[in-house]
Antibody, heavy 121, light 112 residues
Framework: QVQLVESGGGVVQPGRSLRLSCAASGFPFSSYGMHWVRQAPGKGLEWVAFISYDGSPKHYTDSVKGRFTVSRDNSKNMLYLQMNSLRAEDTSVYYC??????????????WGQGTLVTVSS | DIVMTQSPDSLAVSLGERATINCKSSQTVLYSSKNKNYLAWYQQKPGQPPKLLIYWASTRESGVPDRFSGSGSGTDFTLTISSLQAEDVAVYYCQQYYSLRSFGQGTKVEIK
């Protein structure tokens, strides 16, 4: 069955960096687009980033452009989110999510359990 | 950017009664050439990730009970729970996937 397991969260000071990972299994990872979605404590869902099945194109929400970089290693079935210049408002649970369809332009049908990132001094 | 707005922010419904959640997009999410609305609904229970319920505005995901239904086109959409069950207590989100992705702010459904 499809499994997505995020890791790498933790407490980090403002201005510092963190890299999140998402280990995928149970489906042909290299055939699907992947997303990062975040949720601040007690708040709603916010889409963060997308990477196509083969690594290009990539898209970001405006608030993280120039600070966050999404990448993937299809040989390892891994998705990453490099987060630089972190701000307090980046504090959230970060979920990785899989495109439902190989062709893209579709919702996400499987999500990980999330990893919490807390940006605080 | 497409902004998604849900109403109401919360609602309380008696067990067995109908719950209706609305979602409005700031621009159309209907891809005319394909005649498809790029609109999905998710359910999120406390401490859990979101679960896909409905896509293409009205297609139920496999395994989703038929008391959940979606309707609408263009910019106005509705999620209906025909007979609310205790396990349906959750926050529900609409999402457009017409242009990148964006979510509504969520609607919390509770038992009256």
């Amino acid at each position: 069955q499809v499994q997505l397991v995020e890791s790498g969260g933790g407490v980090v000071q403002p201005g510092r960096s963190l890299r999140l990972s998402c280990a995928a299994s149970g489906f042909p990872f290299s055939s699907y687009g992947m997303h990062w979605v975040r949720q601040a404590p007690g708040k709603g869902l916010e889409w963060v980033a997308f990477i196509s099945y083969d690594g290009s194109p990539k898209h970001y929400t405006d608030s993280v452009k120039g600070r966050f970089t999404v990448s993937r290693d299809n040989s390892k079935n891994m998705l990453y989110l490099q987060m630089n210049s972190l701000r307090a408002e980046d504090t959230s649970v970060y979920y990785c999510a899989k495109d439902r369809d190989e062709g893209g332009s579709c919702p996400s049908d499987h999500w990980g359990q999330g990893t919490l990132v807390t940006v605080s001094s | 950017d497409i902004v998604m707005t849900q109403s109401p922010d919360s609602l309380a419904v008696s067990l067995g009664e109908r719950a209706t959640i609305n979602c409005k997009s700031s621009q159309t999410v209907l891809y005319s050439s394909k005649n498809k609305n790029y609109l999905a609904w998710y359910q999120q229970k406390p401490g859990q990730p979101p679960k896909l319920l409905i896509y293409w505005a009205s297609t139920r995901e496999s395994g989703v009970p038929d008391r959940f239904s979606g309707s609408g086109s263009g910019t106005d959409f509705t999620l209906t729970i025909s007979s609310l069950q205790a396990e349906d207590v959750a926050v529900y989100y609409c999402q457009q996937y017409y242009s990148l992705r964006s979510f509504g702010q969520g609607t919390k459904v509770e038992i009256k």
